[in-house]
């Protein structure tokens, strides 16, 4: 397996990516690909926090994205919980072999950790805020299955035809997002904030991603 980091794209890459969303025939649909592309490549939400975006995170005032500590999953079929919530609940199983499955599912969406639970602002791209607004204005939030979003981005993968369509995953959307903030000058603890990292030194890898930091100090020195 590919680590997540070595799957986060380039500025380049990026603006391909969305370009191969672009060529999505269907308007709609083509929007709301473009929309979950820049939720991760740039907001760097997981998987699982864009599948579960609705109006009630989002504070459009303040700009800004709050990811709760628990929320109702009624995404599955007859209200109940999606795929994705299931999976994650049999995966807690695994470690809790005593604990029934309706008892866990009962508390289902949960953020991956305790960190993950965090404010998210968005209000430094245009594009970003349109992106949202649309999913909110015309759904609420993300109205599909974790699988659809996953389809949405291979399709946009190979319609991207300078892209591989293993080039990057849902995943490697969020480490796209993190290398490009840092990259621009964010420090540890507000990359830290954003990310909702528990661990440092995860924020630390991305803090030198292709020589940006080095670049920039260059700069600072050289004027």
């Given at each position: 397996?590919v680590?997540t980091?070595?799957?986060?794209l380039?500025?380049?890459?990026?603006e391909?990516?969305?370009?191969g969303?672009g060529?999505?025939g269907d308007t709609?649909?083509?929007?709301?690909?473009?929309?979950?592309?820049?939720?991760?490549?740039?907001?760097?939400?997981?998987?699982?926090?864009?599948?579960h975006?609705?109006?009630?995170?989002v504070?459009?005032e303040r700009?800004?994205?709050?990811?709760?500590?628990?929320?109702?999953?009624t995404k599955?079929r007859?209200?109940?919980?999606?795929?994705?919530c299931?999976?994650?609940?049999?995966?807690?199983l695994?470690h809790?072999?005593?604990?029934?499955?309706?008892?866990f599912?009962e508390?289902y969406?949960l953020p991956k950790t305790?960190?993950?639970?965090?404010?998210v602002?968005y209000?430094?791209?245009?594009?970003?805020?349109?992106?949202?607004?649309?999913?909110?204005?015309?759904?609420?939030?993300?109205?599909?299955?974790?699988?659809t979003?996953?389809r949405?981005?291979?399709?946009?993968?190979?319609?991207?035809?300078?892209?591989?369509?293993?080039?990057?995953s849902?995943?490697?959307?969020?480490?796209?997002?993190?290398?490009?903030?840092?990259?621009?000058?964010?420090d540890?603890?507000?990359?830290?904030?954003m990310?909702?990292w528990?661990d440092?030194?995860t924020?630390?890898?991305y803090?030198?991603?292709d020589?940006?930091?080095t670049?920039r100090?260059l700069?600072?020195i050289?004027?």
């Open positions: 397996m680590a980091r070595e799957r986060a380039s500025e380049r890459e990026f391909l990516l969305l370009e969303a060529r999505i709609q649909r083509r929007l709301e690909t473009r929309a979950a592309i820049l939720l991760g490549g740039r907001l760097g939400l997981r998987p699982g926090e864009t599948t975006l609705s109006t009630s995170w504070d459009r700009q800004m994205i709050q990811i709760p500590t628990q929320q109702n999953c599955g007859d209200g109940g919980i999606c795929g994705y299931r999976q994650a609940v049999k995966q807690r695994d809790n072999p005593n604990t029934d499955f309706q008892s599912a508390r969406w305790e960190a993950a639970s965090r404010t602002p209000h430094f791209s245009y594009r970003v805020r349109v992106a949202v607004e649309l999913l909110l204005d015309e759904h609420g939030g993300w109205p599909y299955s974790f699988s979003l996953q949405r981005l291979e399709t946009a993968l190979k319609l991207s035809p300078e892209l591989s369509n293993d080039a990057t849902l995943h490697g959307l969020r480490a796209t997002a993190a290398s490009y903030h840092a990259g621009r000058g964010l540890l603890p507000a990359l830290r904030a990310f909702g528990e440092i030194t924020a630390r890898q803090l030198n991603v020589g940006a930091m670049r100090a700069d600072s050289h004027q």
